[in-house]
């Protein structure tokens, strides 16, 4: 059985109605083009393709084939370049614990070898000796709800190929789970072979990377590029990843107060948090550069923070609190959520009091 098989072939057609398109698009880079046709002509949906294939034209070198062989025999994915010097990023299904892997761009393969690969992000950092073209990073909190997206995939493992969609939302749950930081939820088609896969803006930017498939395979769940960058800093710096561990259970507080309504109601023994001077009943108000406003913003802070770095805390406890500690390891970090499996959590935990 593949690794990849559980991205599922996406049903239907991948293209959308001309007048959604239109909606969609209209304040993307486009807009002049658009404007300038009449709606609902055929030239409009050429000018969209146009500006696809020149994207995809732009792109389509950096994204690459991945194969290896796991204990259920070969499979295949996608990555793509994020420097000339031969580094890619995929996802942990694909390279996270296969062996012999290859990547195949075009006529060339080159063996990789696995820098670092967590299954908690979802994410699997691979190397080729080899000078290559790369992929430009660019800001996933650029983007908004119907933002318009492209992905480069190697779908069954043939050669890349584009797909067009929009952005669906912006999820930290789904279903009965918790992701271990906001997703970006695509609505662009995900066919079996395309795990890894990056997304990109209409500039051509990197935004995210291609975890799991939903809905069939309609839609597609993206790690935030800033969120596998995370990995890979700490990879540079450490050698291996190393999440920072709060060890707090935060709840929603009956009122917001100053802005927030995620209140401490947990301090697990011997936690960093609990050492600080954090108490139960506190409002998190920040955390280093990261405002707080709900206890689901804990979880996405928490997951950029690093063991042995200095964090600050705001909190509100009759006046604003500003606390400050050293981070510790999390002593399991294999065992936290992971994408697409979503499980609990030892840094934070969210009361079940706050699911809806």
């Known amino acids: 059985m593949s690794r990849s098989s559980s991205f599922r072939t996406a049903r239907g057609s991948a293209s959308l109605p001309l007048p959604l398109l239109l909606l969609l698009l209209v304040s993307g880079p486009i807009c002049g083009r658009l404007c300038a046709q009449e709606a609902g002509s055929p030239s409009v949906a050429e000018a969209i393709a146009d500006e696809v294939r020149t994207l995809f034209g732009k792109c389509r070198k950096a994204v690459v084939k991945v194969e290896g062989t796991d204990r259920h025999g070969q499979f295949f994915g996608s990555g793509f370049f994020i420097d000339p010097n031969g580094t890619l990023y995929t996802s ?73 969609g929009t952005v669906g939302g912006f999820d930290l749950r789904y279903l009965t789970g918790i992701f271990i930081t906001t997703h970006i939820r695509a609505n662009v088609p995900v066919q079996r072979g395309e795990g890894g896969a990056p997304l990109l803006n209409m500039h051509g930017e990197v935004v995210g990377l291609t975890i799991a498939s939903v809905d069939s395979g309609s839609a597609r769940f993206v790690l935030p590029i800033e969120a596998a960058e995370k990995i890979r800093r700490d990879y540079l710096r450490f050698g291996e990843v190393r999440p920072g561990w709060l060890g707090i259970g935060v709840a929603p507080a009956k009122q917001a107060i100053a802005g927030s309504t995620a209140m401490i109601d947990d301090l697990m023994s011997d936690a960093p948090a609990s050492r600080c001077g954090l108490e139960i009943g506190d409002i998190l108000l920040q955390i280093d550069d990261r405002r707080i406003q709900k206890p689901e913003d804990v979880v996405d802070a928490s997951f950029f923070l690093t063991a042995e770095d200095t964090v600050k805390l705001t909190v509100m406890r009759g006046a604003t609190q500003r606390l400050e500690f050293t981070l510790e390891a999390v002593e399991h970090p294999s065992e936290g959520f992971a994408s697409p499996t979503l499980g609990p959590s030892e840094a934070y935990r969210i009361s079940p009091s706050n699911s809806k």
Not at 109 to 138: C, H, M, N, Q, Y
Request: aromatic share 4%.
């Open 92 to 164: 942990y299904t694909i390279g996270g614990e296969a062996r012999d892997i290859v990547i195949v761009n075009g006529n060339v393969k080159l063996p990789a070898r696995r820098l670092v690969a967590d299954i908690r992000s979802g994410v699997a950092l691979l190397k080729v000796d080899a000078e290559t073209p790369f992929l430009t990073l660019g800001r996933s909190t650029d983007l908004r709800v119907a933002s318009p997206v492209v992905t480069i995939g190697c779908p069954m493992g043939l050669e890349a190929s584009p797909s067009f």
